[in-house]
């Protein structure tokens, strides 16, 4: 459906009075009756066909669908949503975004604080793929740093250092670790305390092994996810976020 500028200024007048109204009920949160119609501030979990998963500012999750005429929120997206019965609920309003990810021109993620481009020396890192990353997120004005992982194949791991001193000489972090024998995770730890986070890199560079790593108890999160949706554990192939124990949260996005 085509909007006309008129309606689009509407529908976007509408999201800002409930984000304002959102805004006054959080002030005075220890009013809110969690069992009233009363818009509630949240985040976007995941996403899975015309439903959403959202977390409320006290931890609680939400199975919501969409109001009309709002677009498609994706995981990230903060939101204003309504309760209704049985933790479910109807998202009223999507907050503007501070940045977006897309992959092949779809959108995957909103308002994430630092990408990391994840490459391993096996499959032997390339230069041509990791300036093409970081000139992405350039373009994207998103915040990319480097983790090389499999640091424990490295027969000469002073030239790797070297190689990746041109990334430093430019401003990027670049983290070496060892998934494999937890060399300098509490690095990587404590730069990704308090922020939203997602990994980005090719297949086999080590990625799942990482996120297991950081996050120990996954599979129990992504059970309960699994419950909510009440959609089995394939719905975990949607992109979703999760909480990092040390601090901080990554979202987790296959592919």
């Known amino acids: 459906v085509t909007l006309t500028r008129r309606q689009k200024w509407r529908i976007e007048k509408i999201h800002s009075e409930r984000i304002a109204r959102s805004n006054r009920a959080s002030k005075n949160s220890e009013n809110i009756d969690l069992h009233s119609t009363q818009e509630i501030k949240g985040r976007v ?4 066909g015309q439903r959403q998963l959202v977390e409320s500012i006290d931890k609680q999750l939400y199975q919501c669908t969409d109001r009309r005429n709002i677009g498609l ?12 019965d ?7 309003a999507i907050q503007p975004r501070t940045n977006e990810l897309k992959r092949q021109k779809k959108l ?17 890192y390339e230069f041509e793929l990791i300036d093409r990353y970081l000139i992405m997120a350039e ?36 983290h070496f670790l060892s998934v494999k024998e937890e060399h300098n995770l509490d690095s990587l730890k404590s730069s990704l305390s308090d922020k939203t986070h997602i990994f980005l890199g090719q297949s086999g560079v080590g990625k799942s092994s990482l996120i297991n790593t950081l996050i120990p108890d996954l599979d129990l999160r992504v059970d309960e996810i699994s419950t909510k949706t009440k959609l089995g554990r394939h719905t975990t192939t949607n992109t979703t976020i999760h ?10 996005s296959p592919g």
């Open 45 to 48: 979990i995941t996403r899975y």
């Open 73 to 84: 929120s994706v995981a990230g997206d903060k939101v204003v949503f309504q309760k209704t």
């Open 86 to 92: 049985n933790n479910e609920g109807v998202v009223t």
């Open 108 to 124: 995957i993620a909103a308002n994430i604080d630092q990408l990391w481009l994840v490459v391993a020396l096996e499959p032997h």
């Open 139 to 174: 373009n994207e004005n998103l915040p990319i740093n480097i983790i090389v992982n499999k640091i424990e194949l490295a027969k000469n791991l002073e030239q790797v250092s070297k190689d990746f001193s041109i990334y430093k000489n430019i401003d990027y972090q670049v």
């Open 243 to 252: 909480h990092i124990p040390s601090g901080g949260d990554l979202i987790d």
